[in-house]
């Protein structure tokens, strides 16, 4: 039977308060079963006046961080949009009430104007996060900026600097520190129930649609042109570990490479474009007809018509025209799709991390090992064993892609940025670019076939 409790009372049901080794015997929890619930997404009342801010970028970030001030309007207010897509920008404007002249075709319009706003939430593509933050933070602009803070280490480096200059408050999108899920692995990890941490293995199943959709076809297929996949995609779990374990990564050896899709291995009979009569498009599972048209998956990078009976004859004209109609094995892209991530933690921690494009599934997996118990988890589930009674506890979550912590990430960006309190972020800027040092010190691991140290 299903338990429910608050996550206060778990704590002193399990005894977790004190934050030392657990010290309530287990006995009679086996096989325990507890839901672990989103936390609400509006923890702190309302600031004296709404933060305002002005989107860059309209696509689907930018909705979803957006969307808050929808809901929560006397939190947050968006007073401003740049979007060159101009079906994303009048659609933007529409929902958020934006005035025409608060509407720009790119980034470099909006600083043509006097500051009319307290905040800049930067959701442009990787390659484009730089410039507007650098110039956003010289303005005197607050900053919600999503991953990848910038595609090199210097850029990130170089936005860290100017933002302790200015002293302007940054938040990074990493979402998962707001996820359930890994706020309870976190307090699991630091609250002794598993007595020392030794090790953590980590996957991430990226799932082969989304591999093909995103990072063969999509934006980010070309690691010059955007970011390498370890930033692109896992940056978020370099981040997640680093915060779980606690302590300084120190030394990381990384393995990986692009084996599948590649001219090599185009089948024989396949076109340019799926459309163009491949002989074995029915057969191939990376098919654009099939993914985009019969089955209708991420057409949100369509920007589609609201009329629905218009869909179909628009997901075609795209497929014709842009890169989500070509053949996978015949792109420009460089992103590997294995990659492996050996990390070697200060506190003599070690962690394998490991990316895989061909899963049939998503949703990150994660082991952690201490001295006196284990957890096993799956962003869905995770369990507790105990190792001296052999007992189990297990948490069921709710949650979304991000495991919850989209809306949790901007309420505490909005309450930083309305008291000007940097402490109340989790992923601050001075966190986050940590993470992505270890990314970048991956890359060049996994490039120059050496075990490289991290300097911070």
Same mark, same amino acid.
């Given at each position: 039977?299903?338990?429910?409790?608050?996550?206060?009372?778990?704590?002193?049901? /399990?005894?977790?308060?004190?934050?030392?080794?657990?010290?309530?015997?287990?006995?009679?929890?086996?096989?325990?079963?507890?839901?672990?619930?989103?936390?609400?997404?509006?923890?702190?009342?309302?600031?004296?006046?709404?933060?305002?801010?002005?989107?860059?970028?309209?696509?689907?970030?930018?909705?979803?961080?957006?969307?808050?001030?929808?809901?929560?309007?006397?939190?947050?207010?968006?007073?401003?949009?740049?979007?060159?897509?101009?079906?994303?920008?009048?659609?933007?404007?529409?929902?958020?009430?934006?005035?025409?002249?608060?509407?720009?075709?790119?980034?470099?319009?909006?600083?043509?104007?006097?500051?009319?706003?307290?905040?800049?939430?930067?959701?442009?593509?990787?390659?484009?996060?730089?410039?507007?933050?650098?110039?956003?933070?010289?303005?005197?602009?607050?900053?919600?900026?999503?991953?990848?803070?910038?595609?090199?280490?210097?850029?990130?480096?170089?936005?860290?600097?100017?933002?302790?200059?200015?002293?302007?408050?940054?938040?990074?999108?990493?979402?998962?520190?707001?996820?359930?899920?890994?706020?309870?692995?976190?307090?699991?990890?630091?609250?002794?129930?598993?007595?020392?941490?030794?090790?953590?293995?980590?996957?991430?199943?990226?799932?082969?649609?989304?591999?093909?959709?995103?990072?063969?076809?999509?934006?980010?297929?070309?690691?010059?042109?955007?970011?390498?996949?370890?930033?692109?995609?896992?940056?978020?779990?370099?981040?997640?570990?680093?915060?779980?374990?606690?302590?300084?990564?120190?030394?990381?050896?990384?393995?990986?490479?692009?084996?599948?899709?590649?001219?090599?291995?185009?089948?024989?009979?396949?076109?340019?474009?799926?459309?163009?009569?491949?002989?074995?498009?029915?057969?191939?599972?990376?098919?654009?007809?099939?993914?985009?048209?019969?089955?209708?998956?991420?057409?949100?990078?369509?920007?589609?018509?609201?009329?629905? @009976?218009?869909?179909?004859?628009?997901?075609?004209?795209? /497929?014709?025209?842009? @890169?989500?109609?070509?053949?996978?094995?015949?792109?420009? @892209?460089?992103?590997?799709?294995?990659?492996?991530?050996?990390?070697?933690?200060?506190?003599?921690?070690?962690?394998?991390?490991?990316?895989?494009?061909?899963?049939?599934?998503?949703?990150?997996?994660?082991?952690?090992?201490?001295?006196?118990?284990?957890?096993?988890?799956?962003?869905?589930?995770?369990?507790?064993?105990?190792?001296?009674?052999?007992?189990?506890?297990?948490?069921?979550?709710?949650?979304?892609?991000?495991?919850?912590?989209?809306?949790?990430?901007?309420?505490?960006?909005?309450?930083?940025?309305?008291?000007?309190?940097?402490?109340?972020?989790?992923?601050?800027?001075?966190?986050?670019?940590?993470?992505?040092?270890?990314?970048?010190?991956?890359?060049?691991?996994?490039?120059?076939? @050496?075990?490289?140290?991290?300097?911070?």
């Amino acid at each position: 039977m299903k338990k429910e409790l608050s996550r206060r009372n778990l704590l002193k049901t /399990l005894g977790f308060a004190t934050g030392g080794l657990l010290t309530v015997p287990l006995h009679g929890l086996a096989a325990t079963n507890l839901r672990l619930h989103l936390p609400n997404s509006v923890k702190y009342p309302a600031p004296d006046k709404p933060v305002t801010a002005i989107t860059l970028g309209a696509g689907n970030r930018g909705n979803v961080y957006g969307a808050y001030a929808v809901k929560y309007a006397d939190h947050l207010n968006i007073v401003g949009v740049a979007e060159p897509i101009e079906v994303r920008n009048k659609r933007y404007c529409q929902k958020h009430n934006i005035p025409v002249e608060n509407s720009f075709v790119t980034w470099e319009h909006v600083f043509e104007r006097a500051k009319f706003a307290d905040a800049i939430i930067i959701t442009t593509p990787d390659n484009l996060h730089f410039g507007p933050c650098m110039k956003a933070l010289a303005m005197g602009y607050d900053i919600l900026l999503e991953k990848p803070i910038a595609p090199t280490e210097k850029e990130c480096r170089d936005i860290l600097e100017m933002a302790k200059k200015t002293k302007r408050v940054v938040a990074v999108c990493h979402v998962l520190r707001y996820s359930p899920y890994f706020i309870k692995l976190r307090e699991l990890i630091h609250n002794g129930s598993i007595g020392e941490l030794i090790s953590i293995q980590h996957f991430e199943p990226i799932e082969h649609i989304h591999m093909s959709h995103s990072y063969v076809r999509g934006n980010w297929h070309n690691s010059k042109a955007t970011t390498p996949i370890i930033l692109a995609k896992s940056c978020h779990d370099l981040d997640i570990l680093r915060w779980m374990v606690g302590k300084s990564c120190e030394k990381i050896s990384a393995f990986g490479d692009l084996k599948w899709f590649r001219k090599e291995n185009m089948p024989t009979g396949a076109t340019l474009r799926c459309m163009d009569g491949c002989a074995i498009e029915k057969e191939c599972p990376y098919s654009a007809l099939k993914i985009y048209y019969r089955n209708r998956q991420r057409t949100y990078v369509f920007d589609l018509p609201e009329d629905s @009976n218009k869909q179909g004859d628009a997901i075609l004209d795209y /497929l014709k025209t842009t @890169n989500y109609g070509r053949c996978v094995y015949q792109m420009d @892209n460089d992103q590997p799709d294995h990659y492996t991530t050996n990390l070697q933690f200060s506190n003599g921690v070690t962690v394998a991390f490991s990316m895989e494009a061909f899963t049939s599934y998503e949703g990150r997996r994660t082991r952690i090992m201490g001295s006196h118990g284990d957890i096993v988890g799956d962003m869905s589930q995770l369990v507790h064993t105990n190792f001296l009674t052999g007992e189990k506890i297990e948490w069921e979550l709710s949650s979304d892609s991000h495991g919850g912590g989209d809306w949790n990430l901007v309420s505490d960006w909005v309450q930083a940025v309305s008291k000007q309190n940097v402490d109340l972020l989790s992923s601050s800027i001075d966190a986050s670019v940590e993470s992505h040092i270890m990314g970048f010190t991956a890359e060049k691991s996994r490039l120059g076939g @050496n075990t490289e140290k991290v300097f911070l």
